[in-house]
């Protein structure tokens, strides 16, 4: 009987899973699914404690589903490499099945895990296409490793034909192994954010329809709306693999209104920014294109900001959403970027990397290629664009509704004043508790432009 190991890293479902679906040989020979719980992710800067919370709920999930059908979840601790080898000379097997990922961190796991099983023997199979709907290297221009706009990437990725999605195995066949190691402790709750989302494949799956059932449909128009909060909340669960991102492109090519092709057009983004990183995986810590930027040190401001306690209620609100929620968003996402890159001066490292220690949706990819497109130092074809956090309030959330959700202090105030509350008299505007603005738009806007050479 052949034994092959599925290697679960960020494809954590059993739904549309290749990997699996290889591993296991529709059924005829036994498979292990095992995760490594490695402390190289910790030492890496990934491992904040909102994240480890959603990555418990997904592993037990995926343990209970696997259990369901006859298998169960192999866990170790320890470095991929040797915990994968030790596995595979134990059982005998004769393949290790992994999802393709493309960021540096993931490539030296990768050749790393390559070296240690081929003294053993053992083949290493990556599958394309797992994390992503269209693998980086489907979708190339003439000449070039990669696109750098996202427009004539857009035309060639819809034009990739893509595989259909796969069911889940009804039954696996798993071999006797040694007893697994305990899942990794989800960090106490005090070290959360009160209002995380649970993980795992079910959860997602049940998000998933009620998205496409009850919302999809109207994306197009609704999904800059802030206090509507109608976008998909899916990120988390494309993050972990929960969902495939394959999956949600043939639903929304299925219903095919306006609504379904704005969502398709999301899915593209995300690929967009890992084929990006997977050309350029120093994207990660570098300006992709370099404009010259002197950021400012400002401690003080970076702390206000974190706080949500800028001044400009918009910002706020949405800093705030991030810390309550783990999540945050994408307007206010983008809003609160752009104030701390181009208004307040400030490197988007640093921001990148306060988005990193509480969203859980922020992979390497996105989170700092999206912060890199609003800070006018990565793909972004208008480089020298502000984002207005006056002017954007008074669009997306006209009412004030999402600013006094997240921003109690205001609450008591109508629009359009809620958005800018320093223009009440003094003595109410200091009733209400809420600070000043950090600095004025007008004297932020001329210090970018001088920045830039804009003047």
Not at 205 to 212: A, E, T
Not at 282 to 291: K, L, N, Q
């Amino acid at each position: 009987m052949t034994v092959r190991i599925c290697l679960f890293t960020r494809d954590l479902r059993l739904a549309d899973q290749p990997v699996l679906h290889a591993a296991s040989a529709a059924g005829r020979d036994e498979v292990l699914p095992v995760f490594v719980s490695d402390p190289a992710v910790t030492a890496a800067g990934f491992a904040a404690p909102n994240r480890l919370a959603f990555l418990h709920d997904c592993l037990a999930d995926l343990d209970r589903e696997l259990r369901a059908r006859g298998s169960r979840l192999l866990v170790r601790h320890g470095a991929v490499p040797a915990e994968v080898a030790a596995l595979a000379a134990d059982t005998g097997a004769t393949e290790v099945h992994m999802a393709a990922d493309h960021s540096a961190f993931a490539r030296a796991r990768e050749a790393s895990l390559l070296a240690a099983l081929a003294p053993l023997g053992v083949r290493l199979v990556t599958h394309e296409a797992v994390i992503t709907a269209v693998a980086p290297g489907a979708a190339v221009p003439a000449g070039s490793d990669h696109y750098a706009v996202f427009t004539p990437y857009l035309r060639r990725w819809s034009g990739v034909p893509l595989r259909r999605p796969l069911p889940p195995p009804p039954r696996l066949r798993t071999p006797a192994a040694p007893v697994s190691d305990p899942l990794p402790p989800r960090p106490d709750a005090d070290l959360l954010s009160p209002q995380l989302a649970p993980g795992g494949e079910t959860e997602a799956r049940r998000r998933m329809q009620d998205w496409l059932t009850g919302h999809l449909d109207a994306y197009a128009d609704e999904h800059d709306a802030l206090a509507d909060d109608l976008t998909s909340r899916l990120s988390p669960y494309l993050h972990f693999g929960c969902l495939s991102a394959t999956e949600l492109v043939h639903h929304a090519r299925a219903s095919g209104t306006a609504g379904a092709q704005a969502f398709e057009r999301q899915l593209a983004w995300r690929d967009f920014h890992h084929q990006v990183l997977a050309a350029r995986p120093d994207a990660a810590r570098h300006d992709y294109r370099p404009r010259g930027d002197h950021w400012r040190e400002a401690p003080d401001e970076l702390k206000a900001w974190q706080d949500g306690r800028t001044g400009y209620p918009l910002v706020d609100a949405g800093m705030r959403q991030l810390r309550a929620q783990g999540w945050m968003h994408n307007r206010a996402r983008m809003v609160t970027a752009s104030f701390l890159c181009k208004t307040l001066g400030i490197d988007w490292r640093e921001g990148a990397a306060h988005f990193l220690s509480l969203l859980v949706d922020a992979d390497v990819a996105n989170n700092q290629l999206n912060w890199q497109w609003v800070a006018g130092t990565g793909t972004d074809t208008r480089p020298n664009r502000v984002l207005n956090p006056v002017a954007q309030a008074k669009r997306y959330d006209t009412d004030g509704a999402y600013v006094r959700r997240w921003v109690p202090e205001l609450a008591r105030l109508s629009a359009p004043a809620i958005h800018e509350p320093w223009k009440l008299p003094a003595a109410l505007h200091a009733e209400l508790g809420y600070p000043d603005p950090l600095v004025a738009l007008d004297a932020a806007s001329a210090r970018f432009r001088a920045r830039r050479g804009l003047d």
